[in-house]
């Protein structure tokens, strides 16, 4: 039982607008890893047993860290797993989105996406410590660099720290009414075309614009999407070019495609994959990206929702469920069939957008929620 725990909603977003305040999109891996480095500091002051993990592929570090309790080293246990990269860009703080105060709205870059909720987890874990000492499960956190990008260099991570976990806990953003219990799949590509040169100002000649091919692509895979079925293709970069006097010869693009069930998966990889030129004179290229697979609701995953839908009735939450999109590093763990349960973080709007903010109104019974949970799944394997 937690009923004896007393949070401070301003002392939660006081920490929170510390992490916000250093900078960490996910190409940069000196800022992510100035975050892993209070993410460590945090752990430690837990007394838990962390472990850096180096980057690899040119991104920034994770951080495992873990609390036995004096248990068996094996014995799996819950898993608090989320990131701290962000998809907002150095010199964000001091230009579009700075951190700031409105009411109860609290501003900034990631303290929504989401460092906001893995701060708050860390909070509400150290206040349930101080509480009652110790659990009976171990309790692993795994801090990840590179979520916003698909997590290329950190599945194999995840999903082995997983496999030697009984729960699975993913403090995403959360939603008013509901517990994320399902995640639709994310499959990423990149579009290349490659045409040939000329001068620009000539009106014939040999050369073939890259850039008006895949103007032409991007109408055509847009047009695929299906809003009712939540089945979407959108293009969200585009490069190519070099002067406005010549024909670009090459343009590349990254297609972000959501499938909600298995059918659209397949027909989203048969689409992308049967993607040609329009023009016989310029070749084009289909990269296939890093995949968030289906994590679609399961038994143990639906057991575990009762627990936590229980605890939230108990500090005043009427919450459901259901399956979204907006992917997270619970695709991989609920794929796996290992109970996860995600949409546990703070609330709030703006996800990666300039009004990015959370409301501190939510702070303290989301941090009830969450030791509340933490402690309740620890009784229940006692």
């Not at 209070?38 to 495992?64: I, S």
């Not at 874990?125 to 499960?137: A, D, F, G, P, T």
């Not at 995403?172 to 040169?197: D, I, N, T």
């Not at 995600?342 to 303290?364: A, I, M, N, P, R």
């Amino acid at each position: 039982m937690t009923t004896g725990l007393s949070f401070d909603a301003e002392a939660i977003a006081d920490g929170i607008a510390r992490w916000a305040a250093v900078e960490s999109p996910s190409f940069d891996p000196a800022g992510v890893n100035r975050m892993m480095d209070l993410a460590e500091a945090e752990m430690r002051a837990l007394g838990a047993n962390v472990e850096r993990v180096p980057g690899t592929e040119g991104y920034g570090d994770a951080v495992r860290a873990r609390l036995d309790f004096g248990h068996a080293d094996d014995r799996p246990g819950i898993l608090v797993l989320g990131h701290l990269d962000t998809v907002h860009l150095v010199g964000t703080l001091d230009d579009t989105l700075p951190i700031r105060r409105d009411g109860d709205r609290l501003f900034g870059p990631g303290v929504l996406d989401m460092k906001g909720g893995m701060y708050l987890a860390c909070h509400a874990v150290r206040k349930l410590l101080e509480y009652r000492e110790r659990l009976n499960l171990p309790l692993t956190f795994l801090f990840i660099p590179d979520e916003e990008i698909g997590s290329p260099s950190t599945r194999a991570l995840i999903e082995e720290t997983a496999r030697a976990n009984r729960y699975v806990l993913v403090p995403e953003p959360g939603k008013p009414a509901h517990f994320v219990s399902g995640r639709h799949a994310f499959l990423r590509y990149k579009l290349h075309c490659y045409g040939q040169p000329a001068h620009a100002g000539v009106a014939v000649g040999v050369g073939r614009s890259s850039i008006s091919v895949m103007a032409r692509l991007i109408a055509q895979v847009e047009s695929w999407s299906d809003v009712d079925r939540e089945m979407t293709f959108r293009v969200g970069t585009i490069t190519g070019g070099t002067f406005v006097n010549v024909i670009p010869t090459e343009c590349h693009a990254e297609v972000l495609c959501v499938a909600p069930d298995m059918d659209a998966f397949a027909e989203v990889q048969q689409r992308m994959s049967s993607i040609v030129s329009p023009d016989p004179d310029v070749r084009v290229e289909v990269e296939a990206g890093p995949v968030r697979p289906l994590f679609q609701p399961q038994q143990a995953t639906l057991e575990l929702l009762e627990v936590a839908q229980r605890i939230a009735r108990d500090v005043g939450l009427e919450l459901g469920h259901a399956q979204f999109g907006g992917g997270s590093d619970g695709n991989f763990t609920g794929a796996l069939g290992i109970p996860t349960l995600d949409g546990l973080g703070v609330e709030g709007t703006g996800v990666h957008t300039k009004q990015e903010h959370l409301l501190v109104s939510s702070l303290v019974p989301r941090a009830r929620l969450f030791s509340g949970l933490v402690a309740a799944l620890s009784d229940r394997n006692a």
